[in-house]
């Protein structure tokens, strides 16, 4: 009797586990269903950057005069990163780093080689190219993110 009672668990735990799971999946957002909200946060701000082909949003500040970071590269930076209700998630006023680069979000992939060492850049990233549906830490799934950016030192 009890190794039908547990057959019988077993069985339905394989029928039931899979639509859990599929529940449990969730979907990146489309950068085209976030590009009004992207731009305008970037209007109200006073942003007249421009729209990258990938839906991030940058403004460069002040282009540096150092070396270009690529994804190999070990970047130190300066940063401040908010919601699009303005409340900042996380903010480095002393420099911060080495990191990689390559290892960091998308979002940050793409916007920072378009500076400088000394550089300062403005960036709208669509969720999908920050932390996706899942969020990470502070940061919920699907948040569209801004940073400030500061490139203190590439490595």
């Not at 029928?15 to 950068?31: G, L, Q």
């Not at 006073?46 to 070990?74: D, K, W």
């Amino acid at each position: 009797m009890k190794k039908i009672a547990y057959l019988l668990l077993v069985v339905s735990s394989v029928i039931w586990w899979p639509s859990c799971v599929k529940d449990a999946v969730c979907k990146d957002k489309t950068v085209q269903s976030e590009e009004s909200t992207i731009l305008s946060y970037a209007s109200s701000h006073g942003m007249t950057g421009t729209l990258h082909s990938s839906g991030l949003y940058y403004q460069v500040i002040n282009q540096g005069s150092g070396a270009t970071p690529n994804l190999n590269s070990g970047i130190t930076v300066k940063y401040t990163g908010k919601f699009m209700n303005d409340q900042i998630f996380e903010q480095q006023t002393n420099a911060v780093g080495p990191w990689g680069l390559g290892g960091l979000i998308t979002g940050w992939q793409v916007a920072l080689p378009m500076i400088q060492k000394g550089g300062k850049i403005q960036i709208i990233i669509p969720s999908s190219m920050g932390y996706g549906c899942t969020g990470y830490g502070t940061v919920p799934g699907n948040a569209i993110l801004f940073f400030e950016i500061e490139l203190v030192d590439v490595q």
